[in-house]
């Protein structure tokens, strides 16, 4: 089995539900999200804000980007934190001239990044250690730069995901300083005092975002991808796939902008280039092939709602047969295309694979005149971040229902129902 990808940035949506289920998996031609360098300068970035006497991070990132600390300096500093039975970070005051004083700038920075974090959510951390670090800034430079950039913003939506996912709430935030110094004046660990999050029900326990984050990624960068021999599942982009076949293929993220890629949506040349590569992809499966695409994705820390690719509409529709059929509409035309599906016979849904699902049309229009969480059209909620609004159009259902909500001064807004918790005030 092998699941094909677009974007390296993809691999980590796929990795992570891979781990999490424990099926074995091997990223064929390239390293995994969690071993990518950027990725790991990032997290030593957090680590040092959490922190800041972690050695390993502090090694990774004291000289990178480059801020003229040179292996001279190191050794003095390892040298001296040592005889002294200290950090590399408490040794720093003992190294004189001017890598002493490049080593001050690069403390001075953490600690500026972690001052300047407190109060902020864990997206909103990463995505500000990313610039203030000077990452950023340096991958933007690099001729190969795009594609890192791109790992960093999933590294974003990967801690979204995550604080989500294990109950923290996305907007748990730091707390003020005066209740964290009193917290750490108590003798509870750093990493306890840097986020204020509910405890939990059972132990009590209290556990910073960041720090359960930065411990769920090592897991994840452990030693657990497949072994040479072993049964697994097989993961790589479209490129890495050329000449390899399967007797199972899934391609995943079909998605307008994603493949075909954005950059290449808009130039002939670039678009059939795009439609080469779903050639290739395509010819990989020997047997069964599976299409999909995602209704929604986390992109920058927002929830995008995406179109379908338009390499669907060029596949002759006798050789597709869907699966699982999406009856929302999502202003991509679901609901349009369940109908004509129906009418022609056939199902709607993933794609080409074993059975099919079907439903009556009486059924489908009486859930698209639904209202989910029994909100309405026109209804006055409240948001605990932008205040009171007015439902302008409701759409979906169940775990997929979301709302366009027009809170005035922070405008329209789109929000998955699920997540956002709206409290009707009328």
């Known amino acids: 089995i092998a699941v094909l990808y677009?974007?390296?940035?993809?691999?980590?949506?796929?990795?992570?539900?891979?781990?999490?289920?424990?099926?074995?998996?091997?990223?064929?031609?390239?390293?995994?999200f969690f071993e990518r360098a950027e990725i790991k300068h990032a997290l030593a970035y957090l680590r040092l804000i959490e922190n800041p006497n972690d050695d390993t991070s502090f090694l990774r990132v004291v000289n990178f980007p480059?801020?003229?600390?040179?292996?001279?300096?190191?050794?003095?500093?390892?040298?001296?934190?040592?005889?002294?039975?200290?950090?590399?970070?408490?040794?720093?005051?003992?190294?004189?001239?001017?890598?002493?004083?490049?080593?001050?700038?690069?403390?001075?920075?953490?600690?500026?990044?972690?001052?300047?974090?407190?109060?902020?959510?864990?997206?909103?951390?990463?995505?500000?250690?990313?610039?203030?670090?000077?990452?950023?800034?340096?991958?933007?430079?690099?001729?190969?730069?795009?594609?890192?950039?791109?790992?960093?913003?999933?590294?974003?939506?990967?801690?979204?995901?995550?604080?989500?996912?294990?109950?923290?709430?996305?907007?748990?935030?730091?707390?003020?300083?005066?209740?964290?110094?009193?917290?750490?004046?108590?003798?509870?660990?750093?990493?306890?005092?840097?986020?204020?999050?509910?405890?939990?029900?059972?132990?009590?326990?209290?556990?910073?975002?960041?720090?359960?984050?930065?411990?769920?990624?090592?897991?994840?960068?452990?030693?657990?991808?497949?072994q040479a021999g072993q049964d697994a599942v097989q993961l790589m982009t479209v490129h890495a796939a050329k000449g390899l076949e399967f007797d199972q293929v899934f391609i995943t993220g079909l998605e307008e902008g994603l493949f075909p890629h954005e950059n290449a949506a808009a130039d002939l040349d670039g678009l059939e280039e795009e439609r080469r590569l779903m050639y290739v992809a395509i010819t990989r499966a020997r047997k069964r092939l599976y299409l999909s695409f995602s209704q929604t994705r986390m992109l920058h820390g927002q929830t995008r709602y995406n179109l379908k690719s338009r390499f669907f509409d060029e596949l002759p529709e006798t050789a597709l047969k869907w699966l699982t059929p999406k009856l929302q509409g999502f202003g991509s035309g679901y609901a349009r295309d369940y109908q004509a599906a129906w009418q022609r016979g056939s199902g709607l849904g993933s794609m080409v694979g074993a059975g099919r699902v079907a439903a009556a049309p009486a059924a489908f229009e009486a859930q698209a005149r639904s209202t989910p969480n029994g909100l309405r059209s026109g209804q006055g909620v409240f948001h605990t971040k932008f205040g009171e609004g007015v439902i302008v159009t409701l759409e979906g259902s169940g775990a997929d229902a979301r709302a366009q909500v027009n809170f005035g001064r922070h405008g329209m807004k789109w929000l998955a129902l699920s997540v956002a918790k709206l409290t009707p005030v009328d």
């Open 6 to 32: 677009r974007s390296n940035a993809q691999s980590r949506v796929i990795e992570g539900a891979l781990f999490n289920a424990g099926v074995p998996y091997r990223v064929y031609g390239g390293l995994r």
């Open 66 to 226: 480059t801020r003229g600390i040179g292996a001279r300096t190191m050794e003095l500093l390892q040298d001296a934190a040592r005889s002294s039975g200290r950090s590399l970070w408490q040794g720093v005051g003992a190294i004189a001239g001017k890598g002493g004083s490049n080593l001050g700038a690069f403390t001075a920075l953490v600690d500026a990044m972690r001052d300047a974090t407190r109060g902020l959510t864990l997206r909103e951390i990463i995505e500000h250690v990313v610039q203030a670090s000077g990452l950023a800034d340096f991958y933007r430079n690099e001729k190969e730069g795009a594609e890192r950039l791109e790992n960093l913003d999933e590294l974003v939506n990967a801690a979204e995901a995550f604080v989500t996912q294990e109950g923290f709430g996305k907007d748990a935030v730091a707390l003020p300083v005066d209740e964290q110094a009193g917290r750490i004046a108590e003798g509870l660990p750093a990493a306890v005092a840097l986020v204020d999050t509910q405890p939990d029900a059972e132990t009590g326990e209290i556990m910073s975002p960041l720090a359960a984050f930065l411990t769920h990624a090592a897991l994840e960068a452990g030693d657990n991808q497949a």
